[in-house]
């Protein structure tokens, strides 16, 4: 997960993917089909463990054609 984002109801996803959901459903959280204010919050922790994963783990990066681990911009 690049950027890991919290919908109002608690549920985490990658924020480009909540954020095109409610772009085309409207304010509908995707997992309880609840009507929400379509707010998106970042999800800290969930980035910083992923991270620190992939930086112990580099194995377990799925790289695409073209991309290297080592130059992932981490924060």
């Known amino acids: 997960m690049e950027e890991p984002a919290v919908s109002?109801?608690?549920?985490?996803y990658e924020k480009k993917v909540l954020e095109e959901h409610f772009r085309l459903k409207g304010p509908i959280e995707p997992i309880?089909?609840?009507?929400?204010e379509g707010r998106v919050f970042?999800?800290?922790a969930l980035?910083?463990?992923?991270?620190?994963?992939?930086?112990?783990?580099?194995?377990a990066f799925?790289?695409?054609?073209?991309?290297?681990?080592?130059?992932?911009?981490?924060?």
Do not use: C, M, S, Y
């Open 32 to 36: 309880t089909r609840r009507k929400v």
């Open 62 to 75: 799925e790289e695409e054609k073209g991309e290297d681990f080592n130059l992932i911009p981490f924060i």
């Open 8 to 12: 109002e109801d608690g549920f985490t």
């Open 47 to 59: 980035k910083q463990a992923t991270e620190e994963f992939l930086k112990q783990n580099p194995w």
């Open 42 to 44: 970042p999800n800290h």
